[in-house]
């Protein structure tokens, strides 16, 4: 009785295919078409997908995502403000919503919009005779205003910021970080407008958020060990810029500036071991701060 010849292996996804080299992992035989390098000879596709989906996702040196390279949420928030300023200019109708109001008529004035969206402390003629600003319980305000700009000019200087800061730093904290950044400083500099702006003082602007983005980035090289020289001019000058151009809002930039300093510090300083949670935590307390004096100055305000 006489034995059968051997069999050539053929490819597992193409019987056609005749094959010696095998998968290194799973040791199925696998073509040409379906060889895929690895450290020590060739993977089936299976396996290499297998092999990417037990590894763990890249992380920044606070914890963030690797996405923050790519800056999709800077760009987004850029977006939203462009977005805005359009919506706000139409709802204007005219005037002198894009220049012509301030800072030597460089600067727009108010529209629909931004009167709908700044921070205001308390109206008692507003629209219909009715009472307006967050003292009113538009709270939702301490947000809006800091998507809302007088003016293309406005929009462009805070844009510029944002482009340069935003980028650096979310690459570094992750988008998820990076936003909680933000979004804290912005929120934060519009608190501390409601609390040392004259009550019917209308404010907008994103700068807000940018100087807690520049306090951010001067705590972050701190913490990375890097020479922070170059940031403490830019700062200072913006520090001069504020204090010296009348119609800008000194407690909404400081205000900014020192929740973003804080913000940072939570981020930056957290204990590898529970790095998540101490941020998390961190950052509802700083929540919990802003609220209470936003309550407490509402109460004086209705007093």
């Known amino acids: 009785m006489s034995e059968s010849p051997p069999t050539t292996p053929v490819c597992y996804r193409h019987p056609s295919r005749e094959t010696y ?9 696998i ?12 993977q089936c596709p299976e396996c290499v997908a297998e092999g990417r989906r037990g590894q763990r996702p890249a992380r920044t040196a606070f914890g963030g995502g690797a996405a923050g390279r790519q800056g999709y949420v800077t760009k987004t928030l850029i977006a939203i403000n462009v977005a ?26 108010p529209t629909p919009l931004t009167s709908w969206g700044a921070v205001l402390g308390l109206d008692r003629f507003g629209p219909f005779g009715a009472e307006e600003g967050i003292a009113a319980g538009e709270y939702y305000r301490l947000f809006t205003a800091m998507f809302l700009h007088y003016g293309l000019l406005h929009l462009l200087m805070n844009m510029w910021a944002l482009w340069v800061l935003g980028r650096s730093l979310e690459a570094v904290l992750g988008p998820l970080r990076f936003l909680a950044l933000y979004l804290v400083a912005g929120v934060g ?32 090289m701190r913490r990375l060990g890097r020479d922070t020289s170059s940031v403490i001019p830019i700062l200072v000058i913006n520090l001069v810029f504020t204090f010296a151009v009348p119609g800008i809002s ?3 930039h400081l205000g900014g500036l020192t929740a973003g300093a804080a913000m940072a ?13 101490f941020q998390v935590g961190g950052g ?20």
């Open 189 to 220: 500099g519009n608190v501390a407008a409601y609390l040392f702006s004259p009550v019917n003082a209308r404010t907008v602007g994103a700068s807000t958020a940018i100087f807690g983005l520049f306090a951010a980035l001067f705590v972050i």
């Open 265 to 277: 510090l939570v981020l930056a300083y957290a204990p590898r071991s529970r790095r998540t949670l």
């Open 84 to 109: 805005l300023i359009l919506i706000s200019i139409y709802s204007a109708r005219g005037g002198d919503a894009v220049a012509g109001a301030g800072f030597g008529g460089l600067l727009g004035g």
């Open 31 to 42: 073509c040409p078409d379906c060889m895929r390098e690895a450290s020590v000879g060739h």
């Open 21 to 29: 080299v095998r998968c290194t992992r799973c040791n199925r035989p």
């Open 284 to 303: 509802a307390v700083i929540g919990l701060v802003l609220a209470g004096l936003t309550l407490m100055q509402s109460a004086t305000l209705l007093a």
């Open 250 to 252: 000194i407690a909404g």
